[in-house]
């Protein structure tokens, strides 16, 4: 059984940050390009930020330079780092990794179950 467990979540206010987790489970061999989505009501999902297994990153123009995209493959891990926080942040955050499974030959996409970020005063 593979999981993505998003964590950090939760209600700040405007000003101040958060750092997103999200971190696989399973028989990974390898763990290949992660995506951070996000969902606010009554919008489309939009992706936040993405990084390549080599470290490369790409990010939503409106958000570069408030967030930031990490990982560490040792630990099955990704990360967001979300500064300044705006109200119009809040959304619901989707992380989204390629896995290569241990004795598997293909690579497939897995979702965590999304964690709940509220900027509000």
């Known amino acids: 059984q593979v999981q993505l467990v998003e964590s950090g979540g939760g209600l700040v206010q405007p000003g101040e940050s958060l750092t997103l987790s999200c971190v696989a489970s399973?028989?990974?061999?390898?763990?290949?390009?992660m995506k951070w989505f996000r969902q606010a009501p009554g919008k489309e999902r939009e992706l936040v930020a993405l990084i390549f297994s080599t470290g490369s990153t790409n990010y939503a123009d409106t958000l570069k330079g408030r967030f930031s995209i990490s990982r560490d493959n040792a630990k099955n891990a990704g990360y967001l780092q979300m500064n300044n926080l705006k109200p119009e942040d809040t959304a619901v955050y989707y992380c989204n990794a390629e896995l290569l499974l241990r004795y598997g030959d293909s690579w497939h996409g897995y979702w965590g179950q999304g964690t709940q970020v509220t900027v509000s005063s």
């Open positions: 399973g028989s990974i061999f390898r763990l290949g390009v």
